[in-house]
């Protein structure tokens, strides 16, 4: 079992910055690769960013290319999403994801075997 504890939501205006955490507990937390989705209300979740176990390969989804950054640091059995250049289209609930290492570069939910509660990430206009 892994653990996974988001934090670092929060509300923000458009063009501002927040860094996601997540914090992993339990298996060893660089046998996963790690990602981050997200859920706006009424919509499905969609994938953001992934990063593979060593932190060498990521991967990001269009919509947030160029502004957000995924990092890991595995003494610290964390992930981080650095969002900058917030739009009010990035509101949502963000969850973070762990899946097994074999699999690099993770974009679609069914690949992930654990799962966070999410952070609220609210941008006003």
């Known amino acids: 079992q892994v653990q996974l504890g988001e934090s670092g939501g929060g509300l923000v205006q458009a063009g501002g910055s927040l860094r996601l955490s997540c914090a992993a507990s339990?298996?060893?937390?660089?046998?996963?690769?790690m990602g981050w989705f997200r859920q706006a209300p009424g919509k499905e979740r969609e994938f953001v960013a992934t990063?593979?176990?060593?932190?060498?390969?990521?991967y990001y989804a269009d919509s947030v290319k160029g502004r957000f950054t995924i990092s890991r640091d595995n003494p610290k059995n964390t992930v981080y999403l650095q969002m900058n250049s917030l739009k009010p289209e990035d509101t949502a609930v963000y969850y973070c994801?762990?899946?097994?290492?074999?699999?690099?570069?993770?974009?679609?939910?069914?690949?992930?075997?654990?799962w966070g509660q999410g952070t609220q990430v609210t941008v006003s206009s």
């Open positions: 994801a762990a899946a097994p290492a074999v699999i690099t570069i993770a974009t679609m939910p069914r690949q992930y075997e654990y």
């Open positions: 339990g298996r060893t937390f660089s046998r996963y690769s």
């Open positions: 990063i593979s176990w060593r932190g060498g390969s990521t």
